[in-house]
C-alpha cells in the first residue's frame, strides 16, 4: 500500500456508526508521524502544514482522550525539522526556513502559555526544547543562533523551576552549538566553542551532558566557517582535542569524514592569505593516512578531501605560482591512479579537474596554457572512455576549463599575439561545435567571445576580419 494511503488510513474518521476503533490521541500521533516521515517530493512542502491542520483539529476536540499531548507537539515540531533536512540548499529555500522556524517557535509559546494555565499534558520537555533549537540551526535564518540561545536559558529556568522533564542534555549542547555554526555571525565560532567549553566543564558532573562527535563537529564547522585570520589552526586545535579523547578511550568523540573534512575547508578558506596553510593541510592528510593505516581512526581520505585539498593549493597559486600548480596536479595524479587500482572513494571528478585548471591560471605562468590544454584532454579521453556508465556522468567537461584556456591565451602577453589568437579560436570553435551538436552546457558566452574578437583584432593578419566576422555570425546562430 502506498505511503498516501497510509497516512490517509492512519486516521480513521467518525461516522453515525459504532466503530470497532475509535480514533484517539496515539492514533493523531501516528498519522502526524506518517506525514514527517514520508520520502515523496510532492509531500515535502505540504508535509508540515498536514501535521499542523491534524494538530489543529485536535485542539478543536472536547474530549480529553483525543485532545493533543506533549506528544503530540514534538512530532509537528519534528516534522518542521524534518522538511528542513530535506530540502536542498539556496536562496529560494531562505523564506520557507524563515516560516518553518516561525511556525516552530509559535508551537513552543502555545506550550509554554498552555503548561502554565495549567494544562500538565502538554508540558515542553527535553525534545521540546531541542527540536525547538534544531530548527533555528537548520533555518539558518538571521539571529536564529541567540533565539537558540533563548530557548537554552528558558530550558534551564524550567528544569530549575521543577519541570524535571525539561534537563537540557548533550543533543541541546550541540543543536546549540550547531546554531552558532550555521549563523555566519563574525562572532560564531567563539560563541560555539564556548558553549563546548561549558559543556565539557558540566559533564564532569553530569554524564549525560558529555559532548559527542557531531558536537565537536559542529564547533570545527563554524571554525571553518569563521573569517578569523588564524580560523583554520583553530579548527584543527578542537579536532586534535576530539582525537585526543578518542584516544584516550571516549568513543562518543570518534572521529569521521566528516570531522577531517571540515579542517581540510577551514585550511582551503585560509590559504588566500596564509602562504603556510597548503603544506599544513598536507600534513593533516598524511596525519589522517597514517592513523587509518595505524587503525586508530576507521576513515580514510575520500575524493572530497583531495578535491579540498586541490583548491587549497588553487587558492594559493598567485602567491605560490612555482609550487601550487605543480601540487594541485600531482594530488589529481595521486587521485587517478589510485582509483584505476580500485580506490573507487578516490574518484576524480571535474570538480577536482577543474580546481587543477584553476591553480595554473592563478600561478600566470608561461606553461599554463600547454598545461590547461592538457587537463582538457584528459577529461575528455575519459568522458569518452566511460560515457555509457551513468556513474560517470560527473567526469563529463563543463565550459569552465575551455574559457580558463582562452583567458589564460589572452592574457598571455609572453608569446605571440598571432599564435595566442589561433589557439583562442579553436578552443572557442570546440565550444562552438559542442554546443551546436548538443551538448548545451558549452554555450560560450558573450564576454569569451568578444575576447578572442578582440585578440584577432590586435593581429596584423589579412584574414583576421574574416575570423572576427565568423565568430560574430556564431554568436547570432545561438
Known amino acids: 500500500m502506498v505511503l498516501r494511503q497510509e497516512k490517509r488510513e492512519a486516521l480513521p474518521k467518525s461516522s453515525s456508526n459504532t466503530l470497532a476503533v475509535q480514533p484517539d490521541r496515539v492514533m493523531f500521533n501516528i498519522a502526524i508521524d506518517a506525514w514527517g516521515k514520508s520520502t515523496s517530493k510532492e509531500d515535502l512542502n505540504i508535509a508540515p502544514l498536514r501535521a499542523e491542520e491534524l494538530l489543529q483539529k485536535m485542539e478543536q476536540f472536547q474530549s480529553e482522550r483525543l485532545k493533543p499531548d506533549t506528544v503530540t507537539y514534538n512530532t509537528v515540531m519534528e516534522v518542521w525539522c524534518r522538511s528542513l533536512t530535506k530540502r536542498k540548499s539556496g536562496g529560494s529555500r531562505t523564506k520557507e526556513n524563515r516560516i518553518a522556524a516561525q511556525r516552530v517557535m509559535s508551537i513552543l509559546k502555545r506550550m509554554e502559555q ?77 560563541r ?143 587521485m587517478q591512479q589510485s582509483y584505476a587500482n580500485g580506490e573507487t572513494h578516490l574518484k576524480p571528478d571535474n570538480v577536482a579537474f577543474c580546481s587543477v585548471v584553476d591553480a595554473w591560471v592563478k600561478s600566470g605562468r608561461t606553461d599554463a596554457a600547454l598545461r590547461i590544454v592538457s587537463l582538457i584532454s584528459q577529461m575528455e579521453k575519459l568522458y ?17 576549463p575551455y574559457n580558463s584556456l582562452i583567458q589564460v591565451l589572452v592574457n598571455s602577453s609572453e608569446v605571440d599575439c598571432t599564435v595566442r589568437a589561433k589557439h583562442a579560436d579553436q578552443v572557442l570553435h570546440r565550444m562552438f561545435s559542442l554546443y551546436l551538436n548538443g551538448d ?23 584574414e583576421s576580419q574574416e575570423k572576427i566576422d565568423r565568430i560574430k555570425i556564431l554568436m547570432k546562430d545561438i
Open 384 to 400: 569518452k572512455f566511460r560515457r555509457g556508465d551513468v556513474d560517470d556522468e560527473d567526469l563529463k567537461p563543463n565550459k569552465m
Open 192 to 334: 560555539a566553542e564556548s558553549i563546548l567549553r561549558e559543556t565539557e566543564r558540566l559533564s564532569l558532573t553530569d554524564n549525560t551532558l558529555r559532548p559527542f562527535t557531531q558536537t565537536y563537529d559542529a564547533v570545527i564547522d563554524a571554525w571553518a566557517r569563521s573569517p578569523h585570520p588564524r580560523a583554520h589552526e583553530r579548527a584543527k586545535s578542537v579536532f586534535i582535542e576530539m582525537l585526543q579523547r578518542y584516544r584516550a578511550g571516549d568513543e562518543r568523540v570518534e572521529p569521521t569524514v566528516r570531522s577531517f573534512s571540515k579542517v581540510f575547508l577551514a585550511f582551503a578558506r585560509a590559504s588566500t592569505h596564509d602562504k603556510t596553510s597548503p603544506y599544513k593541510a598536507e600534513e593533516f592528510l598524511q596525519l589522517m593516512e597514517d592513523l587509518n593505516r595505524r587503525g586508530i581512526v576507521h576513515v580514510q581520505p575520500n575524493s572530497i578531501i583531495f578535491t579540498t585539498l586541490i583548491d587549497t593549493w588553487a587558492k594559493s597559486a598567485s602567491h605560490n605560482p612555482k609550487q601550487a600548480p605543480e601540487r594541485a596536479e600531482y594530488l589529481l595524479t595521486r
Open 440 to 462: 548545451y552546457e558549452m554555450k560560450p558566452d558573450q564576454h569569451v567571445c568578444m575576447s578572442v574578437i578582440d585578440l584577432w583584432s590586435k593581429t596584423l593578419l589579412p
Open 114 to 190: 498552555m503548561y502554565e494555565e495549567g494544562e500538565e499534558r502538554v508540558k515542553p520537555d527535553t525534545r521540546t526544547y531541542t527540536t525547538a533549537m534544531d530548527v533555528l540551526a537548520k533555518s539558518s535564518a538571521p539571529g536564529s543562533a541567540r533565539q537558540a540561545e533563548q530557548i537554552l536559558i528558558q530550558m534551564k529556568r524550567a528544569h530549575a523551576s521543577g519541570n524535571e522533564d525539561a534537563r537540557p542534555n548533550a543533543f541541546s549542547y550541540s543543536a546549540l552549538i550547531y546554531a552558532w555554526a550555521k549563523s555566519n555571525e563574525h562572532c560564531a565560532a567563539e
